[in-house]
């Protein structure tokens, strides 16, 4: 099997919804066994950034929020959008002072990922944030946020015990204690 060759076709398509953010599209399609059907694709406008902060005590901060999409209340990294013209390490920089106020120093790229791609093409880009100082946190009017200041294991037991469940949060969390754990991060 060749691992490059798309083994769908498709026939044709139907833009169903459109606004500033995604675009979702309806497609005729064969899929690889031969039948007929439909796929749809959440197609999004912009990156998803994160930004994991860690201090030179190993605390991280957490925000959270009431989400909309899961109805239901949120613990996570810093994150949001990134315009696809504007260099993603900005954007992540940008999230970081609006969402805790935080200004990191030093930035390294810790992952990219595809957040859901049976459905859609969102794509994340998260940072590790070092070298803190506070400023003042001002987030955007649709955000009404809490956020803590937690030793980095107690970020880490949150996702063990399924009290952190976003993607991005947990990508990051669990690869930040790989890199903890092997000496990358010290």
């Known amino acids: 099997m060749n691992?490059?060759?798309?083994?769908?076709?498709?026939?044709g398509e139907k833009k169903i919804y459109d606004n500033p953010w995604i675009a979702v599209t309806e497609y005729d399609v064969i899929n690889p066994s031969g039948g007929k059907g439909?796929?749809?694709?959440?197609?999004?406008?912009?990156?998803a950034i994160g930004a994991f902060p860690l201090d030179e005590q190993l605390n991280t901060w957490l925000v959270g929020q009431y989400r909309f999409t899961i109805n239901q209340y949120s613990w996570e990294i810093p994150?949001?959008?990134g315009a696809l013209d504007v260099?993603?390490?900005?954007?992540?920089?940008?999230?970081?002072?609006?969402e805790t106020g935080l200004?990191?120093?030093?930035?390294t790229k810790l992952m990219e990922m595809h957040l859901s791609n049976?459905?859609?093409?969102?794509?994340?880009?998260?940072?590790?944030?070092?070298?803190l100082s506070q400023e003042t946190a001002c987030p955007e009017e649709t955000e009404q946020l809490q956020v803590?200041?937690?030793p980095f294991e107690e970020a880490y037991r949150m996702v063990e015990q399924g009290q952190i469940t976003d993607s991005m949060s947990v990508a990051?969390?669990?690869?930040?204690?790989?890199?903890?754990a092997d000496g990358r991060i010290s």
């Not at 691992?3 to 026939?11: A, D, F, G, L, S």
């Not at 439909?38 to 990156?47: A, C, S």
């Not at 260099?87 to 002072?97: G, I, M, T």
């Open 38 to 47: 439909i796929y749809g694709k959440v197609h999004f406008k912009g990156l």
């Open 118 to 131: 049976s459905v859609s093409d969102e794509h994340a880009i998260i940072y590790l944030a070092r070298e």
């Open 87 to 98: 260099e993603p390490v900005l954007s992540a920089q940008r999230e970081l002072l609006e």
């Open 3 to 11: 691992e490059h060759h798309n083994p769908w076709q498709v026939k």
């Open 148 to 150: 803590r200041k937690v």
């Open 79 to 81: 994150e949001g959008g």
């Open 103 to 107: 200004v990191a120093k030093s930035w």
């Open 172 to 180: 990051a969390i669990l690869k930040v204690k790989l890199m903890l």
